[in-house]
């Protein structure tokens, strides 16, 4: 696993919060960096073997599964910066471990990079370090199941409505971008099902479908997305 070419930021000049002791913040320090994604790029792909942990210090993080056979992806969750450990217990263990998902940072994100090296001996050494990793297997496992229930027990209509209305929550903003095949990669179907979708919730007066962008009028807002 490679760092993408992005930009780097001075490491020394930003202030991390992170629940670590001081020793810990300036080892990160002198060992790690600070990547911001001026667009949505591909931090790691399935397969690839990990050399970095990574934290997220701004923005957010999609992972998903691909079938290539099928040449369709399903996001399993999305890292904010509320759970940043979310994206480290997935790619810190040992220099052997692939990562079995994809991960794309959203543009404007900044992702923090940590030796591998030094997270294993962190595992070993650091109470604060292993705090933060079984919160993070916490997390991923709920927001899985929340996943697995939401697509055994609703329908797509109701899985492209909670979509947009959680893109609206986390953008905390009347404008999120998206596209139709971006929905449709999060959900695990086609960009034709999820216009058909679309278009026959606009005819029904749920939301206004405008040129890259979708105005929600269900939940009493109105939000563009």
């Known amino acids: 696993m490679t760092i993408p070419n992005s930009k780097n930021l001075q490491i ?4 991390l919060k992170l629940p670590f002791s001081a020793s810990m913040v300036a080892e990160i320090k002198r060992n790690g960096r600070l990547v911001t994604f001026e667009k949505d790029t591909v931090v790691f792909r399935e397969g ?3 050399k970095w942990g990574l934290i997220l210090v701004e923005g957010s993080v999609q ?29 810190f263990y040992d220099n052997e ?27 070993e050494t650091s109470l604060e370090w292993n705090i933060m990793v079984v919160q993070s297997f916490r997390e991923i496992f709920e927001a899985l ?3 697995l229930k939401s697509t055994g027990t609703t329908t797509m209509e109701e899985r492209i409505i909670y979509f947009l209305k959680c893109r609206t929550e986390v953008a905390d903003s009347q404008v999120v971008k ?32 405008l040129r890259g962008q979708i105005r929600m ?9």
């Open 12 to 15: 020394d000049n930003f202030e």
């Open 48 to 50: 690839e073997i990990t």
């Open 63 to 91: 992972c998903f599964h691909r079938n290539f056979e099928s040449d369709r992806e399903f996001m399993l969750y999305e890292v904010a910066p509320k759970d940043p450990s979310k994206l480290s217990c997935v790619t």
């Open 97 to 123: 471990t692939r990562v079995n998902m994809l991960a794309v940072a959203k543009q404007g994100s900044t992702l923090l990079y940590i030796p591998i090296d030094i997270l294993a001996r962190w595992a």
């Open 145 to 147: 199941v929340s996943v």
């Open 178 to 209: 998206t596209t139709h095949q971006q929905i449709a990669n999060s959900l695990g179907t086609s960009r034709v099902v999820v216009s058909r979708i679309l278009k026959d919730l606009e005819s029904r007066g749920n939301l206004e479908l």
């Open 217 to 225: 009028r269900c939940f009493g807002v109105d939000a563009v997305l």
